[in-house]
């Protein structure tokens, strides 16, 4: 039963065969004229050559110039040439496909203009999207890097739109940071303030006490108890005695307020230094720039087409219509046959 089976395939694939050579001068004529169609269709009159450009870049790992110079903690030092890996690169991605650098590269080389899209059509930032999606691609590499992908049908503009989106790109994560670099620089700034005019108001305080006599108040306690002892046990009603009385007193009353006033100086110094170097850092990732990417291969403007590429449209073209021309031979023998019928 098998047997039969596999020799009626076999008897009906050589059927088939001898059909379609019986039909070979139409599927002939049928993949000429698809061929000689396609060669005349992909001209640059029927559809414009397109010139492609690229940008390749990676992303740096450094987002803050302190962190990489200097802090003195090995274990959260950055180096600042080292690449970014897949997360640094996913987001240059995320920024490329912002509406920001859009706009700007919209803006800039009037692509409405550009693209033929009429300013009064109803869905023209539709179709301008459209366009811009399918010309410019980004794509993240297999090595981590970012890849800026310009097809337009000037080289020149396909090279220079590249190499302005990668600048973009640059200068917007910049200003990302930057912005969040000022938040905190201006956060660090008004605690370091606060702190130096505290220290300030509390040294003016400690001068005031120093001029009542006031210099080391346990110091003095104990020399001053001494010497009161010793003047006593000579002469108990002496003006030496009145005189560190009067010592006394003083201290009494402004000792504490001077301990107090002391110890929260040095500690408050303690917090300066360390705010101190806190502001200096955040200072300099506010102030200072570095390049967010580093940049492999610039554009430069293509010297052939990239599309369309024209011996791949004619062998589609004259394929499927082959494809097209013997389906439907079958088509029409199978129901000319089942009319016999």
Known sequence: MIEK???????????????????????IIVTIVAAIAATIFSMPTFIPPKYKS???????????????????????????MQFGEEEDAEQLLQILNSSIIRNRI?????????????????????????????????????????EITVMDIDPDTSALIANNIASLLDSLKSNMIKGRALRGYEIVKQEYDNLKQGIALKEDSMTILRRLGIHDYETQAEMINQQLAIEIARNPNSAAVKALDNKLSTLAEYGGPYVSLRDDLEHEKKILTEVREKFDKAKIDYEEEMPQTFIVDLAYPAEKKSYPVRWIIVVVASLSSFLLAVFSLV????IKQETKQ
């Open 106 to 146: 919209v803006e800039k080389y009037q692509l409405m203009k550009h693209y033929d899209i009429e300013s009064d059509n109803q869905f023209k930032r539709t179709l301008l999207t459209k366009e811009y999606e399918s010309n410019i691609r980004y794509r993240r590499t297999e090595n981590m890097a970012v």
């Open 54 to 80: 690229t940008v390749v870049l990676f992303p740096t790992s450094t987002n803050s110039v302190s962190k990489a110079l200097l802090n003195d903690n090995q274990s959260y030092k950055q180096d600042l």
């Open 331 to 334: 088509i029409m023998e199978g």
């Open 5 to 27: 089976s596999t020799n009626n395939d076999s008897f009906s694939a050589i059927r088939l065969v001898l059909f379609l050579w019986t039909k070979k001068t139409i599927l």
